[in-house]
T-cell receptor, first 108, second 114 residues
Framework: AQRVTQPEKLLSVFKGAPVELKCNYSYSGSPELFWYVQYSRQRLQLLLRHISRESIKGFTADLNKGETSFHLKKPFAQEEDSAMYYCALAGNTDKLIFGTGTRLQVFP | NAGVMQNPRHLVRRRGQEARLRCSPMKGHSHVYWYRQLPEEGLKFMVYLQKENIIDESGMPKERFSAEFPKEGPSILRIQQVVRGDSAAYFC????????????FGQGTRLTVV
């Protein structure tokens, strides 16, 4: 079964601190993994995807097939990073399966 | 391109009434997805449609819920005889054909059943 687990509902850090939002997945094939972000009062939008291997707004995520993880990282958090972050997996039917989300709060 | 448009943004229904939620995908997108977000929970997949076809409805409740994406016009998520437990935010997303599933989301419809 396809499943995405985000163990933390809330992650609070101070500005400038490193951030790691955890995501683990369960999927028998080769998954495509994504991070979506929802800023306050805005629609959900794609932050990054593992196949592009890019850094967006200072965030990176590496797919670790051995640990079935796709953690989102940023070395120095900014206040404007405060948002809801969702990890998502696309399997062979193309539908996106989302985790329950982690709310990131960055304090000044 | 106005993006994915959902209407209404807010919908209030009494128990037993019908709720119709509309989603106009981005121009050129032929795939539509509906998700439900209950309070304090994440996005739960409901249904995946292409034009005139339901591809995957494994997340749809067996009764009272239906979805369509006609050849012309928006996708409709229909909830008959609403109950309090249907109160949630319903999000629609669309993607291009063969897009490796990069999905663009609407702003959602918040349904409140009173």
């Amino acid at each position: 079964a396809q499943r995405v687990t985000q163990p933390e509902k809330l992650l609070s850090v101070f500005k400038g601190a490193p951030v790691e939002l955890k995501c683990n997945y369960s999927y028998s094939g080769s998954p495509e993994l994504f991070w979506y972000v929802q800023y306050s009062r805005q629609r959900l939008q794609l932050l990054l995807r593992h196949i592009s291997r890019e850094s967006i707004k200072g965030f990176t995520a590496d797919l670790n097939k051995g640990e079935t993880s796709f953690h989102l990282k940023k070395p120095f958090a900014q206040e404007e990073d405060s948002a809801m972050y969702y990890c998502a997996l696309a399997g062979n039917t193309d539908k996106l399966i989302f985790g329950t989300g982690t709310r990131l709060q960055v304090f000044p | 391109n106005a993006g994915v448009m959902q209407n209404p943004r807010h919908l209030v229904r009494r128990r037993g009434q019908e709720a119709r939620l509309r989603c106009s995908p981005m121009k050129g997108h032929s795939h539509v997805y509906w998700y439900r977000q209950l309070p304090e929970e994440g996005l739960k997949f409901m249904v995946y449609l292409q034009k005139e076809n339901i591809i995957d409805e494994s997340g749809m409740p067996k009764e009272r819920f239906s979805a369509e994406f006609p050849k012309e016009g928006p996708s409709i998520l229909r909830i008959q005889q609403v109950v309090r437990g249907d109160s949630a935010a319903y999000f629609c997303a669309s993607s291009l054909e063969d897009s490796n599933t990069e999905a663009f989301f609407g702003q959602g419809t918040r349904l409140t059943v009173v």
